[in-house]
């Protein structure tokens, strides 16, 4: 059956890789970004998408991305909370942030839980909600340790909400990608996994109702925290 799929930041990079993942198998997508000109052309590319401007930090505009998924689709069964950003900071040395720290929050951790909660009281059994955290949600960047916190957060909120959930048959997955390339890592000259295959892994999660999708070098991940928590620690924080 056609599942209808509600992806935010769904306009480029790992967003995109997953739309056009569910759009070839038959799914029908809905995306969600800031960007006019990016939205523009998700649209020029994929007609049959719906793809609505919204800033996911917005309450009126969370508001706004459900209300026109009900009126195009009248439900919706999977919502995949992708939209994140990513920032170094020196705490010790740099000026005063407080409105990018608190930006920084909210795309990456309040605005997921909040669009979630929003859309399970549209929708209180949908089949399944996906969280995109990140391998540094185990272990804390020491280049970014804001983004370390943000995506610690969302890894402990989609752990419980799986077992809040669980009787009613949602399935909550946590995806955990490991360096992508995407706009966001178009600096580092590092390997860098092809977004493709980091959707073709979450679509197989997905399907086999795994609590995490661990892509290409998150795989051993956590069974390595276990094994050699102070080596890999180091390891992953310096990357
Ligand atoms: N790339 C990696 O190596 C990597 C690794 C681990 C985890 N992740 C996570 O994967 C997710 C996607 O990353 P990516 O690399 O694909 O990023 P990306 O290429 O920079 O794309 C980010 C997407 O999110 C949208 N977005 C950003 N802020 C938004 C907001 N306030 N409201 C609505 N949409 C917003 C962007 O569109 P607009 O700018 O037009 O709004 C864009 O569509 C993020 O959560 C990131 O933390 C990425």
Known sequence: MKQVVLITGGTMGIGLALAEAFLAKGDEVAVCGRSAAALESFTHLHPNALAVQADV?????????????????GRLDILINNAGTFVERDLAGEPDSTHELEQEVAVNLTAPIQLTAAALKRWPAMAAIVFVTSGFALVSPTRAPTYGAVKAGLHGFAEGLRRQLAPRGTHVLELLPPTVDTAMNAAYAGRKMPPAEVARVTLRALARRQPMALPGASRLLPMLLRIAPHTIKQMVANM
Request: hydrophobic share 30%; net charge neutral.
């Open 57 to 73: 930090t917005k309450p009126e505009d969370r508001a706004t991305v459900l209300e026109k998924v009900t009126e195009r689709f």
